[in-house]
T-cell receptor, first 109, second 118 residues
Framework: QKEVEQNSGPLSVPEGAIASLNCTYS??????FFWYRQYSGKSPELIMS????GDKEDGRFTAQLNKASQYVSLLIRDSQPSDSATYLC?????????FGSGTKLNVKP | GAVVSQHPSWVICKSGTSVKIECRSL??????MFWYRQFPKQSLMLMAT?????????EQGVEKDKFLINHASLTLSTLTVTSAHPEDSSFYIC??????????????FGPGTRLTVL
């Protein structure tokens, strides 16, 4: 079983809609969680980090963490075509980072 | 966020030659640096983790004698691909982590180096 699981997608949403990206993880002791965005041919870019249960908002992005259910999600409000990319979920566990395989998001104009 | 640079951004070399890639943290001290490899349309694959002043820890299946990692300072790590072959052609990405807030740390990626071995 992989440490971090993501649906590979692609997830297609119309411009202006809310995109919901989900991630589950297997290790209950994980403390730090991250969402990265990766455009094709580019390296990942950190969007959000979240460390405690609940929601964390930053502009159009909201990260949600539920440690009891072992999932973390990313909501993108008012999706734009420029949000089209692969979104990677990651966690930090005992000085080691684990990445999901990423979910490809397509925002259609 | 913190800035990480990589050099070169792309390199083409002949089979059998060695290639060195530099990774620098520009505005923070990186306690740990990570090296990843990514093949087209695949996910990131961690190759090794390096801490300043100590030997790198390689992931299973990664040849330490082929991929030499040096982390000589808190701002610089290098990856040398020795005797490169076409199957080593890939996108190599480094990342760096430093203590930004007490007990909390994040990982920032360099822009990547695209290696093509002919």
């Amino acid at each position: 079983q992989k440490e971090v699981e993501q649906n590979s997608g692609p997830l297609s949403v119309p411009e202006g809609a809310i995109a919901s990206l989900n991630c589950t993880y297997s290790d209950r002791v994980s403390q730090s969680f991250f969402w990265y965005r990766q455009y094709s041919g580019k390296s990942p870019e950190l969007i959000m980090s979240i460390y405690s249960n609940g929601d964390k908002e930053d502009g159009r992005f909201t990260a949600q963490l539920n440690k009891a259910s072992q999932y973390v999600s990313l909501l993108i409000r008012d999706s734009q075509p420029s949000d089209s990319a692969t979104y990677l979920c990651a966690l930090n566990n005992f000085n080691k980072f684990y990445f999901g395989s990423g979910t490809k998001l397509n925002v259609k104009p | 966020g913190a800035v990480v640079s990589q050099h070169p951004s792309w390199v083409i070399c002949k089979s059998g030659t060695s290639v060195k890639i530099e990774c620098r943290s520009l505005d923070f001290q990186a306690t740990t640096m990570f090296w990843y490899r990514q093949f087209p349309k695949q996910s990131l694959m961690l190759m090794a983790t390096s801490n300043e002043g100590s030997k790198a820890t390689y992931e299973q299946g990664v040849e330490k004698d082929k991929f030499l990692i040096n982390h000589a300072s808190l701002t610089l790590s290098t990856l040398t691909v020795t005797s490169a072959h076409p199957e080593d052609s890939s996108f190599y990405i480094c990342s760096a982590r430093g203590i930004l807030l007490a007990g909390i740390n994040e990982q920032f990626f360099g822009p990547g180096t695209r290696l093509t071995v002919l």
